[in-house]
């Protein structure tokens, strides 16, 4: 019986690519919907009109529908949450940008159809900055803490060179410094470029 349940446990808790994803989509969706909240909230100096109250699901629909499609183009989805750096934050600027673009011809086309008539497009532009903020330090949020807590540096540690300071360089280094009391510390790159 205890192995039975060691097993059905190493299951459950067993990290897969697949689990990773509905992580990051329920995360997104809770941060997004607080996000056009917020938007709404801030347009209107907290006193929101009951008329958007009532289409707030449809309007969250639409944006998560476009916000999530658009990520996952992006392959935010496919991120590593450890290895988040400079490149995966310009691809969330991207992805951002492109959904902002996107809901603003939504809402532009059919500003003219009832879901839509009277929606403020300031709106979107508020989301935009606050879904961006919210997206990036969700997703820098394991690396810095990982940094922030990772403990100090060890004297003992052989001082190291690294061959190549291309990607596969970069992500040794990496690798090497988040190590708590690795036995190598890097100090430098060697390349041809």
């Known amino acids: ?4 349940k060691e ?6 808790l067993r990290k ?3 689990r990773r994803t509905i992580f990051y989509i329920s995360i997104d969706c809770i941060l997004l919907t607080l996000s ?11 006193i929101i009109d009951p008329v958007y109250f009532i289409r707030f699901g449809s309007y969250l629909l639409v944006f998560l529908a476009v916000k999530l499609s658009i990520y ?3 392959r935010l ?3 590593n949450w ?3 750096g400079f490149h995966e934050l310009i691809d969330i600027a991207k992805a951002s940008t492109v959904s902002f673009i996107m809901l603003i011809g939504i809402i532009s086309l059919q500003g003219h159809i009832n879901l839509f008539s009277g929606f403020p497009r300031s709106v979107v532009m ?9 997206i990036t330090m969700f997703r820098a949020s394991r690396r810095v803490l990982m940094h922030a807590f990772n403990g100090k540096e060890n004297t003992d540690a052989k001082r190291v060179l690294i061959i190549g300071a291309g990607n596969a360089g970069e992500q040794i280094a990496r690798d090497m410094s988040r190590q708590a009391n690795g036995p190598y510390l890097p100090v430098g790159f060697v390349d041809d470029d």
Request: proline residues 0%.
């Open 1 to 4: 019986m205890g192995s039975y």
């Open 7 to 12: 097993t059905l446990a190493s299951i459950l």
């Open 16 to 18: 897969t690519k697949l």
């Open 36 to 46: 056009l909240y917020l938007a709404f909230f801030l347009r209107f100096d907290g």
């Open 72 to 74: 996952a183009l992006f």
């Open 77 to 79: 989805y496919k991120m």
């Open 82 to 84: 450890t290895l988040v």
């Open 126 to 134: 508020i989301d935009f900055g606050i879904s961006l903020v919210f």
